[in-house]
T-cell receptor, first 117, second 116 residues
């Protein structure tokens, strides 16, 4: 099946630094990628929808300047947490869609666990 | 209003028994898809089963079946013959059509612990 890879899986950084998380579709082209955030023992909350070649669409309450999303190619989207603070510590998961249909062609990355000290 | 509701925060199930995980949804979009995912402690999201709003029959995938009751807007997951490896978080999700951005919205999840 299709594979979506996220890197890094784990990252620990100091408060005030920026962290970039990559999401790659390895064997298909993803016109749309989604970024989710998951706090411990909670559900996945959609942060933004990333479309190749255009600006990301952010969900209400998500700071665009805080969470920079770039979808420069059909196989790569990046999420940069700028000036990270401890409250940004979370599990970030991306997903990618291979087609436009509503059916189950949505694949998830392995997730990236961010800890901000 | 919650679009996807999972009313069971957690449940125990005896190994080899069946378990039903509840999921209700809310949408006015005639075209939508319902998904179930499993999330083990490692964090990865594992796709289990899909049901389209226009599908006439309930979806089945091995030990997983989806009890789709469209009029009641419910999409319960049934896991038959539970195994120890089924212990995980289970999320119900819904994708609405283009008007809603084709986004996938998740329920709060149900933690399942299979007892030997």
């Amino acid at each position: 099946g299709a594979v979506v890879s996220q890197h890094p899986s784990w990252v620990i950084c100091k408060s005030g630094t920026s962290v970039k998380i990559e999401c790659r579709s390895l064997d298909f082209q993803a016109t749309t990628m989604f970024w989710y955030r998951q706090f411990p023992k909670q559900s996945l909350m959609l942060m933004a929808t990333s479309n190749e070649g255009s600006k990301a669409t952010y969900e209400q309450g998500v700071e665009k300047d805080k969470f920079l999303i770039n979808h420069a190619s059909l196989t790569l989207s990046t999420l940069t947490v700028t000036s990270a603070h401890p409250e940004d510590s979370s599990f970030y998961i991306c997903s990618a869609r291979a087609g436009l249909a509503i059916t189950g062609e949505l694949f998830f990355g392995e997730g990236s666990r961010l800890t901000v000290l | 209003a919650q679009k996807i509701t999972q009313t069971q925060p957690g449940m125990f199930v005896q190994e080899k028994e069946a378990v039903t995980l509840d999921c209700t949804y809310d949408t006015s979009d005639p075209s939508y898809g319902l998904f179930w995912y499993k999330q083990p402690s490692s964090g990865e999201m594992i796709f289990l089963i899909y049901q389209g709003s226009y599908d006439q029959q309930n979806a089945t995938e091995g030990r997983y079946s989806l009890n789709f009751q469209k009029a009641r807007k419910s999409a319960n997951l049934v896991i038959s013959a539970s195994q120890l490896g089924d212990s995980a978080m289970y999320f119900c999700a819904m994708r609405e059509g283009p008007a809603a951005g084709n986004k996938l919205t998740f329920g709060g999840g149900t933690r399942v612990l299979v007892k030997p």
